[in-house]
């Protein structure tokens, strides 16, 4: 296992300069996106360029971001204190998988989009090892919390900005879909997984949802990037109502590189 200190990843081999107007940002974005492994799949998205990883983080390679939503740190301990015993090794693996992202892709920027902990008092049951990777992380990293409804009171110690909400480059970060809303919108919450029948198999592949209004705005629902966590059939009713006012929905999955689209739902004509 990594250390707590192993983390603390060679930024600065992905650094360029930046202090640039658009044309120039615009080719860094692209030069960033070129050493972003195959695993990431790039897709338009309200008029900017992001990666989607099989991993289930999504990289803003023009914002030098990287975002996760429903980390969800802690589960496995809020069930064992409630007599359901599962391996305790949750937190860890969600924390390296997401460090190992940040690697990858070179991001300056974390932005978790809720949930970040099972419960409020999950922070409190961290073990030493999990509490320095995430302390190494936020002292590293440009680092933004958005809270959820599983940690509204998300305790101040480790570091970062603590933000209901957040709006960049015209798309606005939360936790939860808001219905009726026209403004291009990432969020979290729902878990969704698309579930196909192949060759006679039931396969589930946690996905990302999104939504397209008649009007050509856009809304997506990230996967849950934490390790225990479930999910939620991607054409739910409740995430195709969340995803409203749309004209059509579908489901992306990363697959080498290329980005597979499934649809889920369409207005009727």
């Given at each position: 296992?990594?250390?707590?200190?192993?983390?603390?990843f060679?930024?600065d081999?992905?650094?360029?300069?930046?202090?640039?107007?658009?044309l120039?940002?615009?080719?860094?974005?692209?030069?960033l996106?070129g050493?972003?492994?195959?695993m990431?799949?790039?897709?338009p998205?309200?008029?900017?360029?992001?990666?989607?990883?099989?991993?289930?983080?999504?990289?803003?390679?023009a914002?030098?971001?990287l975002l996760?939503?429903?980390?969800?740190l802690?589960?496995?301990?809020?069930?064992?204190v409630?007599?359901?015993?599962?391996?305790p090794?949750?937190?860890?693996d969600t924390?390296?998988?997401?460090?190992?992202?940040?690697?990858?892709?070179?991001?300056?920027?974390?932005?978790?989009?809720?949930?970040?902990?099972h419960?409020?008092?999950?922070?409190?049951?961290?073990?030493a090892?999990?509490?320095g990777?995430?302390?190494?992380?936020t002292?590293?990293?440009?680092?933004?919390?958005i809270?959820?409804?599983?940690?509204?009171?998300?305790?101040?110690?480790?570091?970062?900005?603590?933000?209901p909400?957040?709006e960049?480059g015209?798309?606005?970060?939360?936790?939860?879909?808001?219905?009726g809303?026209?403004?291009p919108?990432?969020s979290?919450?729902?878990?969704?997984?698309?579930?196909?029948?192949?060759?006679?198999?039931?396969?589930?592949?946690?996905?990302?949802?999104?939504?397209?209004?008649?009007?050509?705005?856009?809304?997506?629902i990230?996967?849950?990037?934490?390790?225990?966590?479930?999910?939620?059939d991607?054409g739910?009713?409740?995430?195709?109502?969340?995803l409203?006012?749309?004209?059509?929905?579908?489901?992306?999955?990363?697959?080498?590189?290329?980005?597979?689209?499934f649809?889920?739902?369409?207005?009727?004509?």
């Amino acid at each position: 296992m990594p250390s707590a200190l192993s983390i603390r990843f060679d930024i600065d081999q992905v650094n360029c300069v930046c202090g640039c107007k658009t044309l120039a940002k615009l080719r860094c974005a692209r030069q960033l996106q070129g050493m972003v492994p195959a695993m990431f799949a790039p897709f338009p998205f309200a008029g900017h360029e992001l990666l989607l990883g099989a991993g289930r983080a999504l990289y803003w390679p023009a914002e030098r971001a990287l975002l996760v939503a429903d980390l969800h740190l802690e589960k496995a301990s809020w069930f064992a204190v409630r007599g359901q015993m599962l391996p305790p090794y949750d937190s860890r693996d969600t924390l390296e998988r997401l460090a190992d992202a940040v690697k990858q892709t070179g991001a300056r920027r974390v932005i978790t989009l809720g949930d970040n902990f099972h419960d409020d008092a999950g922070a409190l049951r961290l073990d030493a090892h999990c509490t320095g990777m995430l302390e190494a992380l936020t002292r590293a990293l440009d680092w933004v919390w958005i809270t959820g409804n599983h940690d509204e009171a998300l305790p101040r110690g480790f570091g970062g900005t603590i933000l209901p909400e957040l709006e960049i480059g015209g798309i606005t970060l939360r936790h939860e879909a808001r219905t009726g809303e026209t403004r291009p919108e990432l969020s979290g919450h729902y878990h969704p997984k698309m579930r196909m029948t192949v060759r006679n198999r039931h396969i589930a592949r946690p996905c990302a949802v999104l939504g397209r209004g008649e009007a050509g705005g856009e809304r997506m629902i990230l996967p849950a990037f934490g390790a225990l966590t479930g999910g939620m059939d991607a054409g739910a009713p409740e995430i195709v109502a969340a995803l409203q006012p749309a004209g059509q929905i579908e489901a992306l999955i990363p697959a080498r590189g290329q980005m597979a689209r499934f649809p889920l739902w369409r207005a009727a004509a």
